[in-house]
């Protein structure tokens, strides 16, 4: 049987109903009514959490870590229940959720284990020098401190591995910072169970309340009130350009501009190089035409654009592409509105001046098909709205007519997450000469594979120049991304008992 959600607020430990209701929209099964957040339960949440900060923020590494684990543990003993709940309300598939589940609580667990060897606390000692002539040098001490509260909005494309105990939530509660999480009105269910598995977390521990809670729904006003209360130190935030550009300004604008750690989508274009192209293209038109409809497109990862040389091996690749796309059927998109809005993004390509139609289908209601377009360097330049991206499984080719063109084009991008080179021995010049532009337009930059999937490690980079991310020295990814919680303070001769625990 599907899990019920009572369809309440988690604030600072009491699950609170609202007085206005939504119902979900869910791909399959039963809907349910959720309590509408509102900017009061915004204040009450945000109070809450700076309550707790001052023993939170002031606790040991040993028991952070202890917390991360146990919300792990509190996510895998729901583990049924979350995978009927997440299928139901995304349409994603069984496997899908297990293995986002999977990741979701190995990112918990990795934290607990990285904030336990210290190293992402930077220390720094340089000692006193009284006889330094011809002024002494003082003591002194750093050591990375936790900002305070953090607002999470969750992400509607994955409901466990970037909502409510995603990675913005088990960095930020690493760090020492308490968490208001704004659910999203895509899997509220989801959600809910989630919160209840840290609910649990936090009684087992013995954490403040207040450490944690979730926010359902709400209209723009509680995104709004959030970003702008004045006890939230930073935000984390994985979503469209422009949902992600209007909280990031409204944080820019408050009194004390906070920074807005948003994570807004990338076209993550991939450069076949000549002699690859000729190899082994049938290959590499078979793995792209996988990666771009893997999970509907629904990633943001995911790879839209492939840029190659014009001539036979190119005519031979379109082949081979449109080839491996014909067999894919339709997929269950998240919501329909992400259903119109790739419907939509579709039309605004096949509409853009000397873009031709490579493979097209039927695509309506909350179902997604692949669709294939084909254009020419020389009009890529010209269409900037090319360069957007379109959430979905939609793949344009743009052939250029030699390597300075297919260089202008790399020159032309905004920033990205990824960028691929697909490449071969007899292609190392050509690679040599792109290599300073991608690493300046993304944050990771591969070889021969497909950007689809992010590992959660310690050297990941998970972000890049706007607009891909808002914070092109940050990473939502991996252990790095507990830095965008922490700020560095120093201590110049300051006695032993006065000093973090983590300097004694």
């Given at each position: 049987?599907?899990?019920t ?12 109903a609202?007085?206005n ?6 791909a399959?099964?039963?809907?349910n009514?959720?309590?509408v ?44 229940a979350?995978?009927e ?23 918990l ?89 840290i609910?649990?977390?936090?009684a ?22 959030l ?15 422009a ?13 004390n ?113 692949p ?52 490449m ?81």
């Amino acid at each position: 049987m599907i899990f019920t959600p009572h369809g309440k607020h988690l604030i600072a430990g009491d699950w609170v109903a609202g007085e206005n209701k939504f119902t979900s929209e869910p791909a399959h099964g039963p809907a349910n009514e959720f309590s509408v957040g509102t900017p009061d339960l915004v204040n009450r949440a945000c109070k809450s959490a700076e309550e707790a900060f001052w023993s939170f923020g002031y606790s040991s590494r040993e028991d952070r870590a202890a917390f991360l684990n146990a919300i792990a543990d509190e996510i895998e003993a729901r583990r049924d229940a979350i995978t009927e709940i997440g299928t139901s309300e995304t349409g994603l598939p069984d496997a899908r959720l297990e293995g986002e589940r999977g990741r979701t609580t190995g990112q918990l667990r990795l934290f607990a284990s990285h904030i336990l060897t210290g190293d992402y606390l930077d220390r720094r000692h340089d000692e006193a020098q009284p006889d330094r002539r011809p002024l002494p040098r003082p003591d002194i001490k750093m050591v990375q401190r936790p900002i305070g509260p953090v607002a999470v909005f969750g992400a509607s494309n994955f409901p466990l591995a970037f909502s409510t105990a995603g990675g913005d939530t088990a960095a930020a509660l690493a760090a020492g910072c308490p968490v208001v999480v704004k659910g999203h009105s895509a899997h509220p269910g989801t959600g809910e169970i989630v919160a209840e598995a840290i609910h649990s977390a936090i009684a087992t521990c013995g954490v403040p309340p207040g450490v944690f809670s979730l926010i359902q729904g709400g209209k723009r006003d509680v995104g709004q009130a959030l970003v702008q209360h004045p006890l939230i130190n930073a935000v984390g935030f994985t979503g469209s350009l422009a949902g992600g550009r209007a909280l990031f300004d409204l944080c820019a604008q408050r009194d004390n501009p906070i920074p807005f750690f948003g994570e807004l989508g990338s076209v993550n274009p991939m450069f076949l190089l000549p002699e690859a192209l000729k190899v082994r293209g049938g290959a590499i038109a078979d793995g792209w035409a996988g990666s771009l409809t893997m999970g509907a497109g629904q990633f943001c990862t995911n790879p839209g654009i492939a840029v190659v040389i014009d001539g036979a091996e190119a005519d031979a690749f379109i082949e081979a592409v449109t080839k491996a796309l014909e067999p894919v059927g339709a997929q269950t998109m998240l919501t329909d509105g992400i259903a119109a809005a790739y419907r939509g993004g579709r039309d605004r390509v096949a509409g853009t001046t000397g873009v031709r139609e490579v493979l097209t289908s039927v695509c309506d209601l909350r179902n997604a098909t692949p669709y294939l377009f084909a254009t020419t360097g020389k009009e890529w330049l010209a269409n900037e709205i090319l360069g957007e991206e379109v959430f979905g499984p939609l793949g344009l080719i743009v052939r250029v007519t030699d390597e300075a063109e297919m260089l202008t084009v790399a020159q032309s991008l905004q920033g990205q997450l990824t960028c691929t080179l697909h490449m071969d021995s007899a292609d190392s010049d050509m690679a040599q000469s792109l290599m300073p532009i991608l690493e300046r337009k993304a944050g990771r930059v591969l070889a021969n594979g497909y950007p689809t999937g992010v590992e959660v490690c310690d050297a990941m980079v998970h972000g890049g120049p706007y607009p891909a991310s808002t914070n092109f020295g940050a990473t939502s990814v991996g252990t790095l991304s507990i830095r965008r919680f922490l700020r560095p303070v120093c201590y110049q001769n300051m006695p032993d008992d006065l000093l973090p625990g983590d300097l004694r």
